[in-house]
């Protein structure tokens, strides 16, 4: 088809609003000097879209504008990243799109040895669900103009074309180089169909290649991509909401519950007391639990790639790394206070599940989590983290070691779900016995409780884990 045709299959456009645009190329050709890197690109992607509105009329937008997503500096190392609009001839006409399409994601580019975990999230396969990058989308439909938001910690940034669509780059102090963190983000705006996208970039992925990635991904009409992603985007209108709510909110109360009176852990267990789990007739008992100084209790088989790496040459557990941080803000970077060693013991568990009832059970569920709870007045606590002090310069510890996970590291039971905790079948009065263990810190012992309630709950106290109740496994 010919550029001559191409216009003929658009519905008109209001003389104004094409006069309008016209000036608005002759202007935006006329300012733009090709003295930079990637101008001349600039000037013809501008004039590309200009040409691709007028051809389109007013099926796209209720106004017309041209975008640029762009960064602005706060302070010493704050960005706000937004997107603005050109010049409009008619001051009435807001500039809001009509009509957000529905879309699939092409990603024209992946590094080698990355692979799709699940939808928008990608990692390099020998680290799987743990770094990569992971994108989300926003559909703009309060205008693509509306799109704004700040960071503070901001190491370095800087914008980028990606195939015509802007994009602004930035990376966060990595405190933790040996482990893989998500320090990188990049946001990128469609707004031919008026999407952005966050992409969140882990450590493992260089910013060149996290930029290639972002070059290559394309955002084409649902019903015309032979391959591609449907976008699940959430509005900008709802995030907004959630934004202001959560500043509403701020300093109202966390809803979780993390402290209740003693009398309602009274359902609180003895190691070796049987309990049940449900009303089907299920039932728990924690036979034993051992203190090791390495691996020696588990199944080297079954060992996850992690454990491993937790022990030294001569197969002890190493100490765990805690550091104690200040966050960073539009001013200041983030940085590491202090930093201290603590060592680290494995906590191995026998647990028998036992079916009480009169049918089999199949694919049975089980999961044990770790709970650190204290007694003051009265009231029991759970400890979810180490609190700073009134002249503490630190606001955040951060523990490096796997004694930060309170889910079950270790277990020897696979079910036929394939790789998971679950138990194929009881038979009636049948007990399977299920071996779990965790990495947990020498500091910890005194205050541990074993939560078997398959929902979890490490850092609160839920209705259900109250009712099954805890076992108490606090060395004293």
């Not at 024209?108 to 390099?124: A, H, Q, R």
């Not at 893989?180 to 031919?192: H, K, L, M, S």
């Not at 079948?425 to 299920?434: A, D, K, L």
Request: proline share 3%.
């Amino acid at each position: 088809m010919k550029f001559e045709d191409l216009k003929h299959d658009f519905p008109k456009m209001p003389e104004e609003i094409r006069v309008m645009i016209e000036k608005e190329v002759k202007k935006q050709v006329k300012t733009q000097q090709p003295q930079h890197k990637g101008q001349k690109k600039l000037s013809r992607t501008l004039v590309a879209a200009l040409v691709a509105v007028l051809l389109c009329g007013t099926t796209v937008f209720a106004g017309v504008g041209i975008y640029r997503m762009q960064q602005k500096k706060i302070g010493e190392h704050g960005v706000s990243v937004d997107i603005t609009g050109g010049e409009a001839a008619d001051a009435s006409v807001k500039d809001v799109p009509v009509n957000i399409p529905e879309v699939k994601m092409e990603t024209g580019y992946l590094p080698t040895g990355m692979v799709k975990v699940e939808e928008g999230k990608y990692c390099f396969e020998n680290a799987l669900h743990q770094g990569g990058v992971s994108m989300t989308f926003y559909r703009m439909d309060t205008g693509d103009d509306q799109f704004q938001i700040e960071h503070g910690d901001v190491l370095s940034s800087e914008e980028f074309l990606a195939d015509g669509n802007q994009g602004v780059y930035l990376e966060y102090p990595n405190l933790y180089e040996d482990e893989i963190t998500f320090n990188q983000r990049i946001y990128v705006a469609f707004t031919d169909v008026h999407y952005v996208m966050e992409m969140y970039v882990a450590s493992d992925v260089s910013k060149e290649e996290a930029i290639k990635i972002a070059e290559h991904v394309r955002l084409v009409p649902a019903e015309n991509a032979a391959e591609g992603e449907v976008i699940i985007a959430q509005n900008w209108s709802s995030f907004q909401e959630g934004s202001d709510k959560e500043a509403y909110d701020e300093g109202a109360g966390d809803e979780s519950i993390t402290t209740v009176a003693a009398e309602e852990m009274k359902n609180t267990h003895s190691i070796g007391e049987s309990f049940p789990l449900d009303d089907q007739g299920l039932t728990a008992r924690v036979t034993d639990v051992q203190i090791g100084d390495d691996l020696s209790l588990l199944d080297t088989a079954l060992w996850d790639e992690d454990l491993g790496k937790e022990t030294d040459s001569s197969g002890k557990l190493r100490p765990a790394t805690i550091q104690y941080v200040k966050r960073g803000d539009v001013d200041n970077l983030s940085e590491v206070v202090k930093s201290r060693e603590v060592p680290q013991k494995l906590l191995y568990a026998t647990v028998e599940y036992t079916n009480t009832g009169s049918a089999e059970m199949t694919d049975v569920l089980f999961f044990g989590s770790l709970v650190r709870i204290a007694e003051s007045g009265g009231r029991m606590q759970v400890i979810t983290e180490e609190m700073p002090g009134e002249n503490d310069l630190w606001e955040m510890a951060v523990n490096h070691g796997l004694s930060a996970r309170k889910d079950m590291l270790y277990y020897d039971v696979h079910g036929s779900k394939g790789e998971k905790n679950y138990i194929a079948s009881i038979s009636p009065g049948e007990t399977v016995t299920v071996y779990m263990a965790w990495i947990v810190t020498e500091e910890e012992l005194g205050s541990l409780y074993i939560n078997l309630d398959t929902y979890g709950g490490a850092y609160e106290f839920t209705e259900n884990s109250l009712k099954i109740g805890y076992v108490d496994i606090r060395r004293k």
